[in-house]
C-alpha cells in the first residue's frame, strides 16, 4: 500500500501565479502559461509595466484563461480579489522571465510594484526563470542576489547557456518553457503528501424519521473540508465523502461522493477505500438511527409522549480499520468533557493511528466555526494545534500526519 509511485508532470489543481517582467524573453510566457494550463494548473498572470513593451496582456489574457493583473491599486480588480487574497491563493509564484532588475527589488524586499509586492506577501513557494544579458547575469550584484535568494529557499530555474538575444553567447538564457513546467512539477513532488492517496470523510449525517424529518448535527463541514484542501496542497490525491454541510465543497477536490446517511457513508468510504494510504474520518456520523423509516409523513395523533426506537449505526472509522488493518487512519473526537482520557480511548477502541480531538462545550466548541483548537493523541503522547482558524489547522494536521505517516512506513522497512 505504500509503495512509492511515479509522478508524471500535473499540476492538476495547482494553482500558478506567473509574474512577467520585462525582458525580451517574456515572448516565451505565453508559451509557458498555455503548457501549464495544459497539464491542469489554473494559471493567474501578473506583467510588470517593462513587460508589456514585449508581450500584450492581451495574449496572456488569451492563453490563461484569466484576466491579467499589473496595477496594484486597481480598483475593479480589487473588488475581485484584493492583492493579499491574490498572495494567499497561489501555491507557486513563477516569475519568468525574471530580469536582474526584477531578481534585485526581490531580493531587497522592494514592494514597489505589483508582482513584488505579492512575492513580499505570500507565504508560498517562489521561483523564478533568470533572463539576462551574460554580462548581468555574472556580475557580482546579480550573483549576491542570486544566492541570497537561494538562502531564503527561493528556487532559480536556470538561466540556460547559448546565443543570446543581445548577439552574445554565454550564461543568462530563459529555460525553454518546457523545462519550467517539468521544474515546477517537481517543486510539488517533495510535497508531503505527494503520491498518496487519502479518503476524508466530512460532514454530518441525516437520518430520516419519515421523508421530510430527521436527525442530524451541527457539524458544518468547514474543518473536514479544510482538511480535505490541504491534503490536495500537499499533493494527495484525494477522494472526500461528505454527508450534508452548510460549508460550499472544497473546489480543488477532484473526487468528492456526496451521502446523506451514516450506511450511505459507509458504502462509499468502502467503495473507495481500495489503494488509500491515508484515511481520515473528519465526519460527525450519528452514533443511532432510527429503527424504522415511515415511507410517509408521520401524522400526531393527540399522544402526549411520542417514543420512538434507535438502532446503532456502524462505526465507519472500526469497519475500515476491520477491513484494512494497515491502513494509516485518523479519527475525531469531539468531547464535551475529559477531552484526552476520553481521545485516548477512542484511540484503543478504533485502533486509530492518531486522533485529532476538540473540545465542543461552552466557548471553545468548535461546531460551526472557523476556529479551532486540536489535541493530536497518538501512543507517543500530546500535541497542541491553534487556537487557529480551521484552515490554518488543517495545513498544521496534514504536516503532523505526513510526518507520522512516512516515520511509520521508516519503522515498518527496519523491522
Ligand atoms: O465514537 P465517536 O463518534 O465519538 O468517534 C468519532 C470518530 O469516529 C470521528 O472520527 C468520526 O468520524 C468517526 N465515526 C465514524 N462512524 C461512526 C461514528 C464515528 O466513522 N458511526
Redesign the pocket.
Known sequence: MNNPKSHPVSLHGKRILLGVTGGIAAYKSAELARRLCEVGAEVRVVMTKNSEAFISSLTMQAVSGNAVRSETFDEEAEAGMSHIELARWADVIVVAPATAAFIARLTHGFADDLLTTLCLASESKIAIAPAMNRVMWSSPATQNNINQLRERAITAMGPDSGDQACGEVGPGRMLQPEEIVRQVNELFSSEALTGLRVLV?AGSTWEAIDPVRGITNLSSGKMGYAIADAAVHAGADVTLVSGPATHPLPNRVANVIKVTS?REMLEAVMTHLDGQDIFI???A?A?YRPQTQAASKIKKQGEEVLRMEFVR?????AEVKEKVPDLFSV???AETDNLISEARK?LLA?RADLIAANSVSGESNALGSDYNTLQLIDRAGVVSLGPALKTRIAVDLIQEISARFHARGTLQSTR
Open positions: 470523510t451514516a474520518a473528519v465526519a456520523v452514533d449505526n456502524p462505526d465507519i472509522l479519527g475525531f473526537a477512542k478504533k
